[in-house]
């Protein structure tokens, strides 16, 4: 239930999500060099992708996030390409709604920028193993944090709905488990094939140029 329906939340909660949505969205984009282009746009196909295959836990329903390989992959463009995601799914398959895509955005896209920021360093220079098991790490603890931002997005609105945020935290126990072999295996097979497209985002330490030495000019005394 990570794609919130129309009619369900308060008008507070609703603002608040488009504020945050908004920031992280322009913040995003400001971030996106013209390389990364093609890397958010290979990243929002799957997300909208993944995101229409949901499977039924109990009274809810859940399916893949892929929001912390996204967090790991490309940073901050996390929150438009799940914007761009989640538009899609809404008016081509009515998949969520149109007046919660922000609290849907930053519910989804928010952990997974954590997950980056924190994450990506251990990633840099990282063998497959390494890079696999933080790439479950960030799976897993994104769909925790997004349960939770469910879970307090429904319980914000009314308190008629704290029951059903508890069971909705229960059902991604589940998802939390298959997104973080999912995100682990993606993770550990592209540190052995393409490290860099993991890595990328990772902060960079800035080397000064070295110095050139002095050139000695015949005939110039010391």
Same mark, same amino acid.
């Given at each position: 239930m990570a794609h919130i329906p129309d009619g369900v939340?308060?008008?507070?909660?609703?603002?608040?999500?488009?504020?945050?949505?908004?920031a992280?969205? /322009?913040?995003?984009?400001?971030? #996106? &060099?013209?390389?990364?282009? %093609?890397? +958010?746009?290979?990243?929002?196909?799957?997300?909208f992708a993944v995101s229409l295959v949901a499977i039924p836990v109990g009274p809810s329903s859940v399916h893949l996030?892929?929001? /912390?390989?996204?967090?790991?992959? #490309? &940073?901050?463009?996390?929150? %438009?390409? +799940?914007?761009?995601?989640l538009v899609l799914q809404a008016l081509l398959f009515g998949f969520g709604g149109l007046t919660t895509l922000?609290?849907?955005?930053?519910?989804?896209?928010?952990?997974?920028?954590?997950?980056?920021?924190?994450?990506?360093?251990?990633?840099?220079?990282a063998s497959p193993a390494r890079a696999g098991a933080v790439g479950a790490l960030a799976g897993a603890a994104c769909v925790a944090l997004t349960g939770g931002l469910v879970a307090a997005a429904?319980?914000?609105?009314?308190?008629?709905?704290?029951p059903?945020?508890?069971?909705?935290?229960?059902t991604y126990v589940p998802l939390a488990v298959g997104e973080a072999f999912v995100t682990g295996f993606a993770v550990a097979f592209l540190a052995r094939v393409r490290p860099e497209a993991i890595a990328g985002f990772a902060p960079k330490v800035a080397v000064p140029a070295p110095v050139p030495p002095a050139v000695a000019v015949a005939g110039e005394r010391p």
């Open positions: 939340l308060s008008v507070p909660v609703l603002a608040g999500g488009a504020v945050l949505a908004v992280g969205i /322009g913040y995003g984009l400001r971030r #996106i &060099g013209e390389e990364e282009i %093609p890397k +958010v746009a290979i990243l929002a196909c799957g997300f996030l892929l929001s /912390g390989l996204m967090g790991l992959m #490309i &940073g901050p463009a996390v929150f %438009p390409a +799940v914007f761009v995601g922000g609290v849907n955005t930053v519910n989804i896209a928010l952990p997974g920028l954590l997950c980056g920021l924190l994450l990506s360093p251990l990633l840099r220079g429904l319980a914000l609105s009314a308190s008629e709905f704290v059903s945020a508890r069971i909705v935290l229960l």
